[in-house]
């Protein structure tokens, strides 16, 4: 087991014992400029045009203003005059921001992998790790971020090393629940890659136990899915957590 270097920090960190290869969500037909852009830097690597995305209409905006008007409403609710000055663009801005953290709703799984699956003679356990996230809790609306780490054993097809940092984008972008995240960042690898096996764990802080209800700082969430040897085979699950025990190098 060899350790690839990693020349640009910013990046996961990925383990390998050998040299590797770098349920649906729902869809709309139509979509705004703002969740557009979003959804294309999910989507497409920097760089690519993208070659079919004028074949989504272009949303009328209607929806727009309902958006708008219920945050004026929340602001009034709580004594505010949604009229003075720091507040005049507020509904705007949290009808963006939310087109922007809901972005994953709009991404389409094919463009995503963007026939990024390569047959390779390659057998041995892939693992990303240290991948960042945010997304936001469905319960209360309240962020939620931390690292996933995902591994997976091939069947002669490795992915695209950037789609897996993209595929947990597009359901960390979705109002969510920890569990169901991670069970379906492992079920969209299995079904699209068809490996021995897939192994997912996330780690996070959420704010709804942190700044409200309990209110606990420094409280961490862990949840994993295992999925084929990663299930069945004892040593195959604990050489995958031994990864995740792996210090990142010193940079």
């Known amino acids: 087991m060899r350790r690839l270097e990693r020349k ?8 390998a014992s050998r040299p590797c290869v770098s349920e649906s969500p729902a869809m709309s037909s139509t979509l705004g400029d703002d969740v557009r852009r979003f959804v294309d830097e999910i989507e497409h690597e920097i760089g690519d ?3 079919d995305r004028d ?11 309902a958006v708008e008007d219920a945050v004026r409403q929340i602001l009034l609710e709580n004594g505010e005059d949604p009229a003075r000055e720091g507040l005049r663009d507020t509904p705007k801005r949290v009808r963006r921001m939310y087109a922007e953290l809901t972005a994953g709703y709009h991404v389409d799984p094919e463009r995503l992998v963007n026939n990024a699956i390569f047959d390779v003679d390659y057998s041995e356990m892939v693992v990303v790790k240290d991948i960042p996230f945010y997304s936001l809790c469905e319960h ?4 939620f971020f931390g690292q996933a780490a995902v591994a997976y054993i091939p069947e002669g097809r490795v992915i695209g090393l950037s789609k897996i940092p993209r595929i947990v984008e597009m359901y960390s972008r979705r109002l969510q629940v920890q569990e169901r995240m991670t069970k379906q960042i492992a079920d969209f690898l ?62």
């Open 55 to 65: 074949d989504r209409d272009e949303v009328d905006g209607s929806g727009d203003a």
């Open 8 to 15: 640009h920090p910013h990046l996961p960190i990925v383990w």
């Open 190 to 251: 299995m079904e699209h890659l068809q490996p021995r096996g897939v192994g997912v764990v996330v780690e996070a802080s959420h704010l709804c136990a942190v700044m409200r209800g309990v209110r606990k700082p420094g409280t961490i969430m862990t949840t994993s899915h295992v999925l084929g040897l990663f299930r069945s085979a004892d040593r195959t699950r604990a050489e995958f957590f031994s990864h995740l025990e792996r210090k990142p190098p010193t940079l």
């Open 49 to 51: 045009d993208g070659d």
């Open 140 to 143: 209360h609306l309240l962020p």
